[in-house]
């Protein structure tokens, strides 16, 4: 559809989205991963472009086409999305939405050659990634609208209302990752928003369509803040 086709209610807005999963690598030829095909990230890069912003689609190893007029910045590890995303908010972003499912451990040597099966047991030691979320969330300057998503098995409300204080982010977007109602690898997804004053549901749909839906919301969140 032509952008015009669009309420343009995020136009002059600066949006810089992340999406996709991290690789951490491990040795040349294996990495540790995580569940994610990036399909609601880019959703939401396509839609806020869509609706009049400027957008920086900062995006894991995946196999997507470029959202028309989104800019691109492609990385691999979560050091380097934090790197990329730190670098895209300047100067001045209104919005960020971190939909990357972002790796939370990574090894703490890489191996420079691919490790040969020695023994009978292997033990990796890791280490915690950078929280990109919780930092774009708590730096000065902050974007004015700070959205994360929150991947739950189980205790969705508690554990996606706990992220949305422990990392001081705006609003969150929760989504059951287990059984039928998995978001993983569809084209469809389901959301529950939480945001400090309320929450809302968005019913399973087309994830352009859930994209465009969460950033109605976010919109009016930021309008209500000009
Ligand atoms: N996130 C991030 N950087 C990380 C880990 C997570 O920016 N190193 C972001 C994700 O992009 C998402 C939000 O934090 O927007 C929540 O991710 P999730 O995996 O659900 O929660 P975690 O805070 O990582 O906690 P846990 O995995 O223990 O549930
Ligand atoms: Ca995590």
């Not at 689609?57 to 989104?70: F, I, K, M, N, R």
């Not at 050091?79 to 703490?108: E, F, K, N, T």
């Not at 047991?121 to 969330?137: F, G, H, N, S």
Request: proline share 6%; net charge neutral; no cysteine.
């Amino acid at each position: 559809p032509a952008l015009a086709a669009h309420p343009q209610v995020l136009a002059g807005r600066r949006v810089v989205v992340s999406a996709g999963p991290t690789f951490e690598d491990i040795d040349p030829v294996r990495y540790l991963g995580n569940r994610s095909s990036g399909k609601m990230g880019f959703a939401i890069a396509e839609a806020a472009r869509e609706l009049g912003a400027e957008v920086v689609l900062v995006a894991g190893p995946v196999h997507l086409p470029t959202p028309p007029g989104v800019t691109r910045v492609d990385v691999r590890s979560a050091r380097q999305m934090r790197d990329a995303v730190i670098a895209a908010l300047a100067p001045q972003a209104d919005l960020y939405v971190g939909a990357a499912a972002v790796a939370d451990y990574s090894p703490v040597q890489g191996a420079d050659h691919k490790i040969k099966k020695t023994s009978a047991t292997l033990t990796l030691e890791l280490a915690r990634t950078p929280d990109i979320l919780a930092e774009v969330a708590q730096r000065t300057p902050r974007p004015r609208l700070v959205v994360g998503f929150a991947a739950e098995t189980q205790n969705l409300a508690a554990y996606a209302r706990g992220k949305l204080y422990a990392k001081n982010v705006d609003v969150i977007a929760a989504n059951a990752v287990s059984g039928a109602e998995s978001a993983f690898e569809r084209d469809d997804n389901a959301l529950h928003v939480f945001w400090d004053q309320g929450e809302t549901e968005i019913a399973r749909a087309p994830k352009r369509d859930v994209a465009r839906r969460l950033l109605a919301l976010v919109a009016e969140r930021l309008e209500a803040g000009a």
